[in-house]
């Protein structure tokens, strides 16, 4: 996979502690998959070349004062590429809508934030661990991160404007 830079939106402390907790629970009943881990729960916003870093940097920093932190409802879980992902996933409000169209099309894009990557098989076993868990709730996007991705570089945070 080449490397690309991913715009990601975060979450306050609560909501970050609530989704790690499930995904700690899938992690302590055995189940490790194959997604990206010690990073910050998120729902990907873009990607975008190597090129853009220096670029990229400047629009969040000047973004994130011109941008909100907005509530979000997170009341549903789901799966998707043929059942090998699992994740929870927050209502695409107007204010993530708008969020995600500063760095692309929302066209076939759908907020999500995953809790495993694994064999569909495996994702049957974890599905009730994670529906044991999880509730629906109120959080709040509230931080922008930009990463590079392979291997794992943490490039910038930028916290969304009070």
């Known amino acids: 996979m080449a490397k690309a830079l991913y715009i990601l939106a975060g979450y306050d402390d609560n909501t970050e502690k609530y989704l790690s907790g499930i995904q700690n629970k899938l992690y302590e009943s055995g189940f490790t998959g194959t997604q990206t881990k010690n990073i910050p729960m998120h ?3 873009g990607s975008f070349p190597c090129e853009k870093e220096e670029e990229l940097i400047e ?3 000047k973004l994130s004062s011109d941008t909100k932190a907005f509530e979000v ?3 549903h879980i789901g799966m998707f590429g043929g059942g090998n992902v699992l994740f929870i996933a927050p209502d695409a409000n107007h204010q993530l809508l708008d ?3 500063k760095f692309g099309s929302s066209y076939n894009w759908a907020a999500h934030t995953t809790m495993l990557i694994d064999d569909a098989r495996v994702i049957q ?3 009730p661990v994670v529906l044991e868990q999880f509730k629906a709730f109120s959080g709040k ?3 922008l991160y930009l990463y590079e991705f392979f291997p794992t570089r ?4 930028v916290d ?3």
């Open 43 to 45: 729902t990907t916003l």
């Open 59 to 61: 629009f969040l920093k």
């Open 73 to 75: 409802t997170f009341n």
């Open 99 to 101: 969020l995600k169209e």
């Open 125 to 127: 076993q974890a599905l």
């Open 141 to 143: 996007v509230s931080k």
């Open 154 to 157: 943490h490039i910038i945070s």
């Open 160 to 162: 969304l404007a009070e």
